[in-house]
């Protein structure tokens, strides 16, 4: 290791890492994971790691603002005695060079509080 603060990847071969949250700034905020969850990416892509986001795509999030375009439709899932049928958008971050996924909101929580 480096003692300069220089911070070293351990690992040969980069990872693929997926990041879940309730909430990532600029799309979702209510405390500050959102800010945590947004700034996390740069950090580990500046390691040389693969960093992908997802997220509920709340009924606030407007899908023209942030031009998502859907890569998978019609898919069906299981969700505890019930199917539901979703399709999932996504959004290429320019900035954090990564992919955003919005996950289908349970029916209940189609907003945040």
């Given amino acids: 290791m480096v003692s300069t603060g220089e911070i070293v990847m351990q690992y040969k071969q980069p990872l693929k890492i997926l990041i879940l949250a309730a909430e990532i700034v600029p799309f979702a905020k209510v405390g500050g994971l959102a ?3 947004g700034a996390l990416p740069k950090s580990l892509q500046a390691l040389g790691h693969d960093v992908r986001l997802a997220m ?6 407007d899908p023209a603002r942030f031009d ?9 899932v299981n969700m505890s005695n019930f199917r539901v049928q979703v399709s999932v958008p996504r959004e290429r971050l320019v900035r954090h060079k990564s ?3 919005y996950l289908p909101p349970r029916q209940d929580c189609r907003t945040l509080p």
């Fill in 56 to 61: 509920p795509r709340y009924g606030q999030i």
């Fill in 99 to 101: 992919t955003l996924l």
């Fill in 68 to 76: 998502l375009q859907t890569v998978l439709d019609a898919v069906t």
């Fill in 35 to 37: 800010d945590v969850v």
